[in-house]
């Protein structure tokens, strides 16, 4: 996986030693790794098994919250143990 | 002779509401603080307790679907099997979503088969012949001249898809069915008489 899709000031300037390096060099490495970040983090959830655990995630969501919500419609008390 | 103005009212004067002889609606209280008065820290824990559970079937689930893909990783005719199961386990998850949406009155028989279809008749299965067949290649590629494990290699990537592809259709058909499941199919006739017990049984 190809994650150096952009290339930051300091990559250019070792590169290049001619061209001057201006003092933005920290957030424009905080920025690349952020984008790099997403453009990772968007690569792994277009794999087919990510996206079929975030639709099972999702829907075990929906049940859980469904079976809590029976569980106050029935108002059950909780089980306490005897002393 | 003149009378004094009355000053000018700034705002419409309060209307005294009528006495209430009874309490018509009990104080207002959020749920969180009903919950924390009624059943105390053991509410908050059962609640969770069911949160965790289903965390838990997620986990099940993403183990089951990395052993799958582990065993059939060096099948060539077969080599996704475990993003086919977690595909069958999400469309059969989907499917429980959907039909508690449209089945309702439906929704703790849909809950309880849910959990009986994914990880009785897919998982399990699925993580069982995946397992055996797993073994049963490295047998043969170890040298094993056994007529059944060598058979069994050949045959096993088609059987695995019969729990992991069948049931999912098969619950879907059932929730599908959930919608008519309580209607009567008889015309108006057919009714009468069984209602009034000229059906024939009666004799």
Known sequence: MDTQFLKSPSTLARRHPAEMVSGMDILSHGLVSLFNGAYVAVRLMLSPAMLFLAVSGSSLAWLARLEVASLDRRAAKPEVGRH | ?203
């Open chain 2, 1 to 203: 002779m003149q009378r004094a103005a009355t000053p000018r009212p700034l705002a419409r004067p309060a209307v005294t509401p009528p006495a209430r002889t009874h309490r018509s609606a009990p104080p207002r209280m959020s749920r969180r603080r009903r919950r924390r008065r009624n059943e105390g820290l053991r509410g908050v824990s059962v609640r969770a307790t069911v949160y965790l559970r289903y965390l838990s079937y997620w986990f099940t689930i993403v183990a089951s679907g990395a052993i799958a893909h582990y065993c059939f990783k060096s099948v060539p005719e077969a080599t996704s099997g475990g993003i086919w199961l977690m595909a069958s386990c999400a469309f059969q998850l989907v499917v429980a979503a959907l039909g508690t949406m449209f089945a309702a009155h439906r929704r703790d028989e849909i809950l309880e088969q849910m959990r009986g279809y994914v990880f009785g008749y897919t998982v399990a299965p699925g993580i069982g012949v995946a397992i055996f067949m797993w073994v049963a290649r490295n047998m043969v590629s170890s040298g094993s001249e056994d007529m059944f494990i060598r058979t069994a290699v050949a045959a096993l990537p088609w059987i695995y898809f019969i729990p992991v592809l069948v049931p999912a259709v098969i619950y879907l058909k059932m929730v599908a069915g959930f919608k008519t499941i309580d209607r009567i199919g008889l015309d108006d006739e057919e009714i009468l008489k069984i209602y009034t017990r000229n059906d024939g049984l009666q004799r």
